[in-house]
């Protein structure tokens, strides 16, 4: 099992960026992906961005592609999310999750939710207008 914490979240403008941060710990060293999810009020939830651990390849809904970036620190077990050129449709919290037992790897599927087993609890971003 991997513990997930996230951090980053907060208030800002249209336009503007912020940077998640989602650290691990536990049995990081088996973990396959870790991705970013997030949900609206009032939606589901829905996929945002996803890190191949073995391989090193990232995967981006097309709604955030060209805005949005996730990245990865070995050495803090720590994978981050860059939000840049906010827009009000981002309002969300956006949750980490990790795969451990290599559903997205054998798939080749990485935006589905019910391929990660460990959530982080989440963290509040809202953009204004």
């Known amino acids: 099992q991997v513990q997930l914490v996230e951090s980053g979240g907060g208030l800002v403008q249209a336009g503007g960026s912020l940077r998640l941060s989602c650290t691990a710990s536990?049995?990081?060293?088996?973990?396959?992906?870790m991705a970013w999810f997030r949900q609206a009020p009032g939606q589901e939830r829905e996929f945002v961005a996803a890190?191949?651990?073995?391989?090193?390849?990232?995967y981006y809904a097309d709604s955030v592609v060209g805005r949005f970036t996730i990245s990865r620190d070995n050495a803090k077990n720590t994978i981050h999310l860059q939000m840049n050129n906010l827009k009000p449709e981002d309002t969300a919290v956006y949750y980490c999750?990790?795969?451990?037992?290599?559903?997205?790897?054998?798939?080749?599927?990485?935006?589905?939710?019910?391929?990660?087993?460990?959530w982080g609890q989440g963290t509040q971003v809202t953009v204004s207008s």
């Open positions: 890190f191949n651990q073995r391989g090193g390849s990232t």
């Open positions: 999750a990790a795969d451990i037992y290599g559903n997205t790897f054998y798939s080749s599927t990485y935006d589905q939710e019910t391929h990660f087993e460990d």
């Open positions: 536990g049995r990081t060293s088996i973990t396959y992906a």
